[in-house]
Nanobody
């Protein structure tokens, strides 16, 4: 069992930055690749970014490329999502999820949220215009 807890959400003006954290406890954190997803009111949940177990491979949704960066700190059992140049359309609940994958593989952006093995509760990000 892996427990995931997100933090770092909040209210920010357009153009600002936030750093989300996904802290893991339970089974060995390094056994899992991590993905970030978001869901805005009235919209389907969508993939945002993912990182391999090694931290050496990442993937991003086109809508966040160049603005968001995903990274992991294995010593702290934490994955971060640095979000810069935020836009009002980035407003959503952001949730991290853990997937069992080979060491260097990164979850495909097309991999569904439900196919991950563990999920957090989410953190709200609100970007004002």
């Amino acid at each position: 069992q892996v427990q995931l807890v997100e933090s770092g959400g909040g209210l920010v003006q357009a153009g600002g930055s936030l750093r989300l954290s996904c802290a893991a406890s339970g089974r060995t954190f390094s056994n899992y690749a991590i993905g970030w997803f978001r869901q805005a009111p009235g919209r389907e949940r969508e993939f945002v970014a993912a990182i391999s177990r090694s931290g050496g491979s990442t993937s991003y949704a086109d809508s966040v490329k160049g603005r968001f960066t995903i990274a992991r700190d294995s010593a702290k059992n934490t994955v971060y999502l640095q979000m810069n140049y935020l836009k009002p359309e980035d407003t959503a609940v952001y949730t991290c999820a853990a997937a069992t994958l080979s060491y260097g593989m990164v979850p495909s952006p097309s991999r569904g949220f439900g196919s991950y093995d563990y999920w957090g509760q989410g953190t709200q990000v609100t970007v004002s215009s």
